[in-house]
């Protein structure tokens, strides 16, 4: 089992930033890939970022590339997601995901576990 914590969620003014973390535990060793997803209401979940853990290799969707920079802390097990520029169609349900592997790191229904999500508010 994995456990992902997400924090750093809130309400912010629009050109703003935010940077999210996830803290993950347990059986850290056996996910390669972790993921940011968001959903917003009556929207499907949408993929946000990812990076590999080795390597740090990093992945973006066309909407945040540029704004958002998503890295992690090895020592630590956490991954961040550093948003700027934020806008109010940012405002989603923020998830962080892990999974085994590196392919297919787009797709929400190929990870393995999730957090409980954190907030984000962007007002305009």
């Known amino acids: 089992q994995v456990q992902l914590v997400e924090s750093g969620g809130g309400l912010v003014q629009a050109g703003g930033s935010l940077r999210l973390s996830c803290a993950a535990s347990g059986r850290t060793f056996t996910y390669d890939t972790m993921g940011w997803f968001r959903q917003a209401p009556g929207k499907e979940r949408e993929f946000v970022a990812a990076i590999t853990w080795s390597g740090g290799i990093t992945y973006y969707a066309d909407s945040v590339k540029g704004r958002f920079t998503i890295s992690r802390d090895n020592a630590k097990n956490t991954v961040y997601l550093q948003m700027n520029s934020l806008k109010p169609e940012d405002t989603a349900v923020y998830y962080c995901?892990?999974?085994?592997?590196?392919?297919?790191?787009?797709?929400?229904?190929?990870?393995?576990?999730w957090g409980q999500g954190t907030q984000v508010t962007v007002s305009s």
């Open positions: 995901a892990s999974k085994s592997g590196r392919s297919w790191y787009a797709v929400a229904a190929r990870y393995d576990y």
